[in-house]
């Protein structure tokens, strides 16, 4: 049986988009069997595949934090061991950067990722036994498969799936009816969309009967959440939410509209109707990319207009 260790630590969006390596591997290696090693706060993701055999967590982010912590020193020598307890068939670091070369580097088994001009951090191609060429102009899902494809020897096919499905999940706090997620909450002010846009959208939303959620993850995203859905008719603001909960709600909206945000590449992987918003960056190379009905609009210095947005939805959101 071939026994694959997949080292995809961080972000959501960058999980996500290895996610079909998976649905590949299992397709060309019926009997694969695939470990991943993520950062913690992402570890519900990978087990949202079902070919996903165990999940390794890492937790780099806050040991870098509190490295002079005994506890944190502790946490890292049972990762350590969690990582040593499996020999692999084949190691395969789908970052390339240092600090996933370094974990990659812990594993039993042949190292194999980014060539160096191939990698985000060239260095991080010195620590396998294998480099693999994978052009930089792709999109982040393509460069995914294609790496793990040429590792063992296949081609990808033209579809992309995700291998994921939305888990049923109470969510009594969800009214009855249609919705659709806005995803108005990112890291970067430079990645929002204007508040006048969200209201004039929910109003075009709400009068057609259709019901807006805003999830939100920190306080001052709560903050705004709250802002916006007192100025709206019909508005939702959920409780925090952890990701498999987020995965149940995008999984019954009728539509999602969202900023560049991990929730958004989520949604998209499980087939919902999708209008992503772009402002900082070029979707072509890590905008949503899946089988199901995704629309990407904007791009690097360009923000979505709403007219654009309401038409663009309105063609994807089924009736």
């Known amino acids: 049986m071939l026994k694959i260790l997949l080292v995809k630590t961080s972000s959501m969006g960058d999980v996500i988009h290895a996610l079909p390596s998976v649905s590949d591997i299992v397709e060309h290696f019926p009997g694969a069997e695939v470990d991943w090693v993520v950062e913690e706060s992402f570890a519900e993701l990978p087990l949202l595949h079902p070919r996903v055999s165990r999940v390794i967590p ?59 001009s191939s990698a985000r951090e060239s260095l991080a191609s010195t620590v396998y036994d294998r480099n693999i060429r994978v052009a930089r102009d792709l999109h982040a ?69 259709i019901c807006c959620i805003l999830p939100w993850g920190a306080a001052h995203e709560q903050a705004r959440s709250e802002r916006l859905a007192r100025k709206m008719a019909n508005a939702v603001v959920p409780p925090r939410l952890d990701l498999a909960r987020a995965a149940a709600l995008l999984g019954g909206a009728q539509a999602v509209v969202g900023v560049d945000t991990g929730l958004t590449h989520l949604a998209a992987a499980l087939k919902v109707p999708v209008v992503a918003l772009y402002s900082a960056s070029d979707p072509g190379l890590t905008g949503v990319y899946a089988s199901g009905p995704a629309v990407n609009l904007g791009s690097l210095g360009q923000v979505a207009q709403l007219e654009e947005v309401s038409t663009a939805l309105e063609r994807i959101m089924p009736r």
């Open 58 to 116: 890492v937790a780099v982010r806050r040991w870098r934090k509190k490295l002079l912590k005994p506890a944190s020193w502790r946490e890292m020598a049972a990762f350590r061991r969690a990582i040593q307890s499996a020999s692999y068939d084949l190691v395969l670091d789908c970052q390339g950067l240092i600090k996933s070369a370094a974990l990659a580097w812990l594993a039993h088994g042949p190292r194999c990722g980014y060539d160096w």
């Open 141 to 209: 899902v393509e460069r995914n498969r294609l790496l793990a494809g040429r590792a063992l020897g296949y081609l990808p096919g033209a579809v992309v799936d995700y291998g994921i499905a939305a888990p049923e999940l109470p969510l009594p706090w969800l009214p009855d009816g249609r919705y659709v997620v806005l995803l108005h909450a990112t890291s970067r002010a430079d990645k929002e969309w204007p508040e006048s846009d969200w209201l004039a959208l929910a109003a075009r939303l709400n009068g057609q009967g």
